[in-house]
């Protein structure tokens, strides 16, 4: 069982960057894929970013040069280091574990991109 605890959500005017933080339980969090996704009202969850546990990363076409994954397997934490932030981009946000038998979830962060 790996649990997942997501931070750093919040209230953004469009334009300006948040760092979404994940920290997950166990000794095992480098061997995981670690991955964001995001559900917006009244849309199918969308995943947003992807980053093995070799460090290869890859991103949704909507987020790719204004969002960033990346992980420190030292504190056990993948983070999304988000800038220029659209009024589109408001969703809970998911962290979730990759590992061999089943995927975990978070139980998510509110972003509200907004004047």
């Known amino acids: 069982q790996v649990q997942l605890v997501e931070s750093g959500g919040g209230l953004v005017q469009p334009g300006g960057s948040l760092r979404l933080s994940c920290v997950a339980s166990?000794?095992?969090?480098?061997?995981?894929?670690m991955a964001w996704n995001r559900q917006a009202p009244g849309k199918q969850r969308e995943l947003v970013a992807v980053i093995t546990r070799g460090g290869s990363t890859n991103y949704a076409t909507s987020v790719k040069g204004r969002f960033t994954i990346s992980r420190d397997n030292a504190k056990n934490t993948v983070y999304l280091q988000m800038k220029n932030l659209k009024p589109e981009d408001t969703a809970v946000y998911y962290c979730?574990?990759?590992?061999?038998?089943?995927?975990?979830w978070g139980p998510g962060t509110q972003v509200t991109v907004s004047l």
């Open positions: 979730t574990a990759q590992t061999t038998m089943v995927d975990y």
């Open positions: 166990g000794r095992l969090f480098s061997t995981y894929d």
